[in-house]
């Protein structure tokens, strides 16, 4: 039986790991749990865990692949008591704020209310350096 997300796995390439890194650990506040080194044939490649928080992991792992297209998770969403705070700091530290289709965005958050019974959010979006569209969320 599943009980909750382990991690989810980011493949920045060699050129985009230590921004990566930089963004989740300096810009956003997590940080490295562990690292290590793995043969990957054509690379030794750096890779690390990251906490993010409520038993989530990021494993953070480098290739020499270039590849800034969207994957199969479209986004994912990290949790925060001011979205517009947190938004709003990237943005001034020259991170993309985007919309849900990562398009560019004038505006920093919006406000949502779905399902029955209504869910009240904060949100808003931005690429992180190695293109990961993340959703920065609140409860309202």
């Known amino acids: 039986m599943i009980k ?17 890194l930089k963004f989740y650990c300096e810009d956003l506040g997590m940080k490295v749990i562990n690292s290590w080194m793995k043969d990957r044939g054509t690379l030794i490649s750096r890779n690390c865990y990251i906490d993010a928080g409520q038993g989530v992991l990021l494993e953070v792992c480098e290739t020499d692949v270039e590849n800034k297209k969207a994957g199969i998770i479209q986004h994912f969403a990290l949790y925060t008591d001011d979205a517009k705070a947190v938004l709003q700091s990237l943005k001034d530290k ?3 704020i985007v919309n849900s289709k990562g398009q560019p965005s004038a505006d920093l958050t919006i406000d949502v209310a779905v399902g029955d019974p209504v869910i009240k959010s904060r949100l808003g979006f931005v690429l992180s350096p190695s293109g990961e569209l993340i959703e ?4 309202l």
């Open 136 to 139: 920065i969320i609140q409860d």
């Open 4 to 20: 909750t997300v382990h991690h989810l796995n980011l493949r920045p390439s060699r050129q985009d790991y230590d921004k990566t």
């Open 94 to 96: 020259g991170y993309e």
